[in-house]
T-cell receptor, first 109, second 115 residues
Framework: LAKTTQPISMDSYEGQEVNITCSHN???????ITWYQQFPSQGPRFIIQ???TKVTNEVASLFIPADRKSSTLSLPRVSLSDTAVYYC??????????FGKGTMLLVSP | DAGVTQSPTHLIKTRGQQVTLRCSPK?????VSWYQQALGQGPQFIFQ???????QRGNFPDRFSGHQFPNYSSELNVNALLLGDSALYLC??????????????FGPGTRLTVT
């Protein structure tokens, strides 16, 4: 399974755009990139998944460069309720989910 | 609401005891995975059940066992509890794996405290 590296923590203010970058240098051809969000004492929640280029849904965008060795989760205009831990995962649908420590995002007023 | 339910929400046990945690998957899902999440860490995969059989297993001792029922619900059993088993236990359900399907729906978890 490809290992991922992401910042331990990030700080932002309400209304700003937040970009969290994840490195996955040994990503395999069949691997997808998936991001989960987790609030304290709750289970992780799927945010977005992509394979290449850009994917956008109602809550976030995912940017993947051509070499796919990294990816960036973009959260537009964050609010206090976006304070959470964000996990980047790499694998195919047959792989079990392997979580790292994630990125703790703190949004302040 | 992801639709995955777990019971109980909290549990306190003593070292050496046994515990059973329960999970009902999201409607339409037939695959159930269990994770252990220690404080400050990401969830760690325990095992996955599909068609009532353990399909994959993480690096957990045999004290951790499970079961899946015909209605796809699942149980996680932990024997001979250790203090280090204190954690949030998460259940996740998903559709049958495909090369593109990587979305799992997590329940709220069961907080187990071993004293």
């Amino acid at each position: 399974l490809a290992k991922t590296t992401q910042p331990i923590s990030m700080d932002s203010y309400e209304g700003q755009e937040v970009n969290i970058t994840c490195s996955h240098n040994n990503i395999a051809t069949n691997d997808y990139i998936t991001w989960y969000q987790q609030f304290p004492s709750q289970g992780p929640r799927f945010i977005i998944q992509g394979y290449k280029t850009k994917v956008t849904n109602e809550v976030a965008s995912l940017f993947i460069p051509a070499d796919r060795k990294s990816s960036t989760l973009s959260l537009p205009r964050v609010s206090l309720s976006d304070t959470a831990v964000y996990y980047c995962l790499v694998g195919d649908g047959y792989s079990t989910l392997t979580f790292g420590k994630g990125t703790m995002l703190l949004v302040s007023p | 609401d992801a639709g995955v339910t777990q019971s109980p929400t909290h549990l306190i046990k003593t070292r050496g005891q046994q515990v059973t945690l329960r999970c009902s998957p999201k409607s339409g899902h037939d695959t159930v995975s269990w994770y252990q999440q220690a404080l400050g860490q990401g969830p760690q995969f325990i095992f996955q059940y599909y068609e009532e059989e353990e399909r994959q297993r993480g690096n957990f001792p045999d004290r951790f066992s499970g079961h899946q029922f015909p209605n796809y619900s699942s149980e996680l059993n932990v024997n001979a509890l250790l203090l280090g088993d204190s954690a949030l236990y998460l259940c996740a359900s998903s559709l049958p794996a495909t090369s593109e399907s990587y979305e799992q729906y997590f329940g709220p978890g069961t907080r187990l405290t071993v004293t």
